[in-house]
């Protein structure tokens, strides 16, 4: 016999409430890069900081990334309908796949640029010394990326939403090509021009680490991919104790964005009803669901345990 209970609102927080500070946070991030994508720019130009110029060309493209990760954000908030009968929440692993293709494009861009810039050097061209303004700039995109980096972190460890935990890793890389960019303007100021445009290249080396690590986790999100062991030895645990529960057989589970379904197979006694089955069934699915804060539905199938 199969029993079934759904839940879609069995999750840590309410969705509206999830939604909401989702898009906050996207909202923030697509008004902070646009900030720093004009100011990053225009002053990388204005002080030759080839590795300034390519964070503001990070940055701009942060903009771009921001605005397409917000439409899928808001897609996500879609509710469940005949096609899709647990939601849209997939539409947030796709915006973290659009946000690493952006970071990994960035950082090709970005390594090519700084390396050009130090073949002109050490092939004896002349390399105009960077203006220290460049250095408050960074310090500033240091300072309110910080800011948003714990700000977004927290959210996204809140909605587990991959889109805002991928944005998070985003304000990270910010924080370290900022930090690079310091150090390559200083070394410049003190007579070792090749330090600019190597400090670029290392900031394409964060990103690209960085743009990789969210394509993978990303891409498991929609492969399926499930926590096995670990998913198992929960429910086991979850499972121990339940009146008439004679065992388990299988457990398997797939995904729908951040939520898991489970269907699991148990063994009950030959000797009762089917509406006794039933009562433990429901127990089952109850303590999956209770003690499960991302289980959005549980599927029980029971049979009579086998003879010894």
């Known amino acids: 016999m199969t029993s079934t209970i759904s839940d879609s609102t069995n999750s840590p927080m309410d969705q509206n409430q999830r939604a909401k500070m989702s898009s906050r946070s996207v909202n923030l991030a697509l ?78 861009t970005i390594f090519w ?57 985003d304000h990270r890389n910010d924080i370290l090509s900022a930090t690079t960019v310091v150090i390559g303007t200083v070394a410049s100021r003190l007579g070792y021009a090749w330090a600019d445009p190597l400090a670029g290249a290392i900031v394409a080396v964060f990103f690209l680490m960085s743009g990789i690590e969210i394509l993978r986790d990303s891409t498991d999100i929609l492969m399926d991919t499930v926590p096995g062991q670990t998913l198992e030895k929960e429910i086991r645990a979850s499972l121990e104790g339940v009146p008439g529960l004679e065992g388990i057989e299988q457990i398997q589970a797939h995904r729908f964005g951040q939520y898991l379904v489970v269907n699991i197979t148990v063994f009950v006694s030959g000797d009762i009803t089917v509406r006794e089955g039933n009562v433990i069934a429901d127990e089952v699915e109850r303590r999956l669901m209770d003690d499960n804060l991302y289980v959005q539905a549980v599927h029980v199938h029971y049979h009579p345990k086998p003879n010894s």
């Open 113 to 169: 640029n700084s390396v050009q810039t130090m073949f002109d050097y050490l092939s004896g061209g002349e390399v105009t010394a960077v203006n220290p303004i460049a250095v408050y700039v960074a310090f500033f995109t240091i300072l309110l990326k910080a800011t948003l980096y714990f700000f977004t972190k927290k959210v996204g460890q809140k909605t587990n939403n991959p889109t805002v935990i991928a944005l998070a890793l």
């Open 31 to 108: 008004i902070a890069n646009t900030l720093l994508a004009l100011l990053k720019t225009s002053v990388g130009i204005y002080s030759h900081s080839s590795a300034l110029l390519a964070d503001g060309i990070n940055s701009t493209s942060d903009v771009v990334y921001n605005a397409a990760v917000a439409v899928f954000i808001r897609a996500s908030r879609k509710p469940a309908d005949e096609d899709h009968p647990y939601g849209h929440s997939q539409f947030e692993s796709i915006g973290a796949l659009v946000i690493a293709a952006f970071i990994t494009t960035a950082a090709f």
